[in-house]
């Protein structure tokens, strides 16, 4: 398995994925928009990728980043498992895995200097991007958004995009770093588990899904396959109340909305989520959540 992020012009999205499914989602472009893809780490270290570009009968240009601008090359090929096998290597990190590569400088655009934010400015994003990324589910540009737009008011726009951008980017490696001495498995890892279980059992199971419960109850039947048999789900608020150390609820269901069938998928729930090694708190009243606490919430970084 690459610890990849694969992203293409139709808007699909592969999160690590076997070497096979690269080399045959390289092969695949082509065509009417579906002409490149983009192939980030996991997590994402920014301004570090490799992309390619290609229309039915003619080259594949390839091209890597690995820092500024001035870092970014391309090459052209002729086909497209030389290609994969670029980006295979490149995913794997080997030390050499662009030898013998005629790459050439893409010519792209210095960056423009980008003004120092204000002390108490900087502070105030500082905070609100670091309890954003506890949280854990935002890219790097969900999180730049999230610092331009954090202190607008009518009158005012204090942050650029730039500005926000490098803010986001510098606390998100930091994050990267920090996630590096983490356990090999922690509760939010646990969680993700759980979930996938539920999921295989015909229990539609969705994170951070939407921004509060009421939205999650009226959104959740769209989410899962059509003979799904319930659901469970915690939102944005959920994952907030999580990353400050306050435990976190989880919302069940069974689609028919009898009793009797949300008792049986919140058991269904309390299992799978004390076999991945969960504390689970719940009397078994369908009127209650399921509550997990104490929680150690870290969550991987993704991008």
């Known amino acids: 398995m690459l610890d990849?992020?694969?992203?293409?012009?139709?808007?699909?999205?592969?999160?690590?994925?076997?070497?096979?499914?690269?080399?045959?989602?390289?092969?695949?472009?082509?065509?009417?928009?579906?002409?490149?893809?983009?192939?980030?780490?996991?997590?994402?270290?920014?301004?570090?990728?490799?992309?390619?570009?290609?229309e039915h009968g003619g080259d594949y240009q390839l091209e890597c980043r690995s820092g500024g601008p001035a870092t970014?090359?391309?090459v052209m090929l002729g086909s497209a498992d030389p290609v994969a096998g670029l980006m295979a290597r490149w995913a794997r990190q080997e030390p050499e895995w662009d030898a013998g590569t005629a790459w050439e400088d893409a010519g792209m655009p210095a960056e423009e200097p980008v003004p120092e934010l204000?002390?108490?400015?900087?502070?105030?994003?500082?905070?609100?991007?670091?309890?954003?990324?506890?949280?854990?589910?935002?890219?790097?540009?969900?999180?730049?958004e999230a610092a331009e737009e954090y202190l607008v008011t009518d009158e005012e726009r204090p942050v650029t995009d730039a500005q926000a951008r490098r803010l986001a980017e510098r606390l998100w490696l930091e994050r990267v770093e920090e996630q590096r001495r983490w356990p090999d498995v922690t509760d939010a890892d646990r969680l993700e588990r759980?979930?996938?279980?539920?999921?295989?059992?015909?229990?539609?199971?969705?994170?951070?899904?939407?921004?509060?419960?009421?939205?999650?109850?009226?959104?959740?039947?769209?989410?899962?396959?059509?003979d799904a048999r319930g659901f469970v789900f915690f939102h944005a608020q959920g994952t907030e109340r999580a990353a400050a150390g306050q435990g976190l609820s989880l919302y069940y269901g069974g689609f028919d909305e009898s009793a009797e069938t949300t008792a049986a998928v919140g058991r269904e729930v309390a299992a799978a989520l004390g076999e991945a090694g969960l504390t689970v708190r719940w009397d078994g009243s369908p009127d209650q959540a399921v509550e997990l606490f104490p929680l150690d919430w870290r969550k991987r970084l993704v991008g």
């Open 194 to 226: 759980a979930f996938a279980s539920l999921e295989e059992r015909g229990i539609t199971a969705r994170e951070h899904f939407t921004c509060c419960r009421a939205c999650g109850l009226g959104e959740i039947s769209a989410e899962g396959r059509e």
């Open 4 to 54: 990849i992020k694969v992203e293409t012009e139709n808007w699909q999205t592969h999160v690590r994925v076997p070497e096979g499914t690269l080399f045959d989602l390289v092969r695949g472009i082509g065509g009417e928009d579906d002409r490149f893809l983009v192939v980030q780490r996991v997590p994402d270290i920014p301004g570090h990728y490799v992309q390619v570009w290609h």
């Open 118 to 144: 204000p002390p108490e400015t900087r502070a105030r994003l500082e905070e609100r991007i670091r309890e954003l990324l506890r949280c854990g589910y935002d890219t790097v540009e969900e999180l730049a």
């Open 72 to 74: 970014h090359r391309r």
